[in-house]
């Protein structure tokens, strides 16, 4: 430590630097993505004096290796002197002065901190930069959440929209509550939610037809739909259901119902493999897969129009995000 006087940095961001021979504990304060030292400190650490260190700041200024200004900083800091807690404004130096100073004066300690500092440094960096990116996201998304919530009540309110268009902000706002989860995961390892669960089987290709075929019948007894609807863009529906059926080195692509049924609204909605009625036929085919599954879920018909909607509204590059949240909507509460 330093003799009697022990500085620290209240309030600040904080490592503790320690020797390889354990002699020397120094808190290195961090702030403007670097390492900030006393002229105390930096002594402690290539074991010299302070004089010695002040002796070889001001040849490094003078020469004109770092600048002054650039690398001197003052940091409020409380020391102990005696028994009493001072508060002091000391002058610290950041790592281009420190290291300059190790080499001069210590040159195997002034690679070893410049090694420790560099490496703690980034963590430090990364680190932080991961808080601050989850935080701004975390606010974003509470922002978003009270928009859609003034605007859905704005739609009910003034009856602007009918049930289909007031369900639309529903979802979103439902779904709001799952996003901050979804902010602590990486995209790539992110794991089902509580609630899913594993497939009992494929979505047969001769029912699904059946069931388009039925589908058509009734609506166009209804005068609801033309004699385009349901007719097969080749075998793009055949492609479709097997895509979701596909394996990776023997294991499932997607491994749980909700995430099947959420690819099959998806994939039927936008990439058209019928010649008309696709957003009505992929909801057909997608309850029909919930029923084969025995699921149950809190889409009512206005909801799933709507879910449906935006799908079909939506860029390619938000597929991901439309998928989870589909299966967000379809996975069970937690008990």
Same mark, same amino acid.
């Given at each position: 430590?330093?003799?009697?006087?022990?500085?620290?940095?209240?309030?600040?961001?904080?490592?503790?630097?320690?020797?390889?021979?354990?002699?020397?504990?120094?808190?290195?304060?961090?702030?403007?993505?670097?390492?900030?030292?006393?002229?105390?400190?930096?002594?402690?650490?290539?074991?010299?004096?302070?004089?010695?260190?002040?002796?070889?700041?001001?040849?490094?200024?003078?020469?004109?290796?770092?600048?002054?200004?650039?690398?001197?900083?003052?940091?409020?800091?409380?020391?102990?002197?005696?028994?009493?807690?001072?508060?002091?404004?000391?002058?610290?130096?950041?790592?281009?002065?420190?290291?300059?100073?190790?080499?001069?004066?210590?040159?195997?300690?002034?690679?070893?901190?410049?090694?420790?500092?560099?490496?703690?440094?980034?963590?430090?960096?990364?680190?932080?930069?991961?808080?601050?990116?989850?935080?701004?996201?975390?606010?974003?998304?509470?922002? =978003? @959440?009270?928009?859609?919530?003034? $605007?859905?009540?704005?739609? /009910?309110?003034? %009856? !602007?929209?009918?049930?289909? *268009?007031?369900?639309?902000?529903?979802?979103?706002?439902?779904?709001?509550?799952?996003?901050?989860?979804?902010?602590?995961?990486?995209?790539?390892?992110?794991?089902?939610?509580?609630?899913?669960?594993?497939?009992?089987?494929?979505?047969?290709?001769?029912?699904?037809?059946?069931?388009?075929?039925?589908?058509?019948?009734?609506?166009? =007894? @209804?005068?609801?739909?033309?004699? $385009?609807?349901?007719?097969? /863009?080749?075998? %793009? !529906?055949?492609?479709?259901? *097997?895509?979701?059926?596909?394996?990776?080195?023997?294991?499932?692509?997607?491994?749980?119902?909700?995430?099947?049924?959420?690819?099959?609204?998806?994939?039927?909605?936008?990439?058209?493999?019928?010649?008309?009625?696709?957003?009505?036929?992929?909801?057909?085919?997608?309850?029909?897969?919930?029923?084969?599954?025995?699921?149950?879920?809190?889409?009512?018909?206005?909801?799933?129009?709507?879910?449906?909607?935006?799908?079909?509204?939506?860029?390619?590059?938000?597929?991901?995000?439309?998928?989870?949240?589909?299966?967000?909507?379809?996975?069970?509460?937690?008990?």
């Amino acid at each position: 430590m330093i003799g009697e006087a022990q500085e620290t940095a209240p309030g600040g961001e904080v490592a503790v630097y320690e020797s390889g021979d354990g002699e020397v504990r120094v808190d290195v304060r961090f702030d403007g993505e670097t390492v900030w030292l006393t002229q105390r400190q930096m002594a402690e650490v290539f074991d010299t004096t302070p004089e010695n260190v002040l002796m070889h700041l001001r040849n490094v200024f003078a020469g004109g290796e770092v600048e002054a200004e650039a690398t001197t900083k003052e940091f409020l800091a409380v020391r102990t002197e005696g028994r009493r807690r001072v508060r002091r404004r000391l002058k610290h130096y950041n790592l281009d002065a420190i290291v300059s100073v190790g080499y001069r004066v210590n040159s195997r300690r002034g690679v070893r901190f410049r090694e420790w500092a560099t490496r703690t440094l980034r963590d430090h960096l990364v680190r932080g930069y991961t808080v601050n990116e989850r935080r701004l996201a975390e606010r974003g998304l509470r922002e =978003a @959440r009270e928009t859609l919530d003034l $605007l859905g009540r704005t739609l /009910r309110n003034q %009856a !602007l929209v009918d049930e289909t *268009g007031q369900a639309v902000p529903e979802i979103i706002t439902a779904y709001a509550d799952t996003w901050r989860l979804l902010l602590e995961y990486d995209e790539d390892r992110l794991p089902a939610p509580p609630g899913t669960g594993p497939s009992a089987g494929v979505l047969d290709h001769d029912r699904a037809a059946g069931a388009i075929a039925g589908f058509k019948r009734e609506l166009m =007894a @209804r005068n609801e739909a033309s004699p $385009l609807f349901g007719n097969p /863009r080749g075998d %793009a !529906l055949a492609a479709i259901l *097997g895509n979701i059926e596909q394996t990776m080195f023997g294991e499932p692509l997607y491994r749980t119902r909700e995430e099947k049924a959420a690819h099959l609204l998806y994939f039927v909605v936008k990439d058209h493999p019928f010649t008309d009625g696709n957003k009505r036929i992929g909801s057909l085919l997608f309850l029909l897969y919930l029923q084969q599954e025995g699921m149950d879920h809190r889409l009512n018909p206005q909801a799933l129009t709507a879910l449906t909607l935006l799908i079909a509204e939506s860029a390619p590059a938000g597929k991901d995000l439309m998928v989870r949240l589909i299966v967000n909507l379809l996975a069970r509460p937690a008990e």
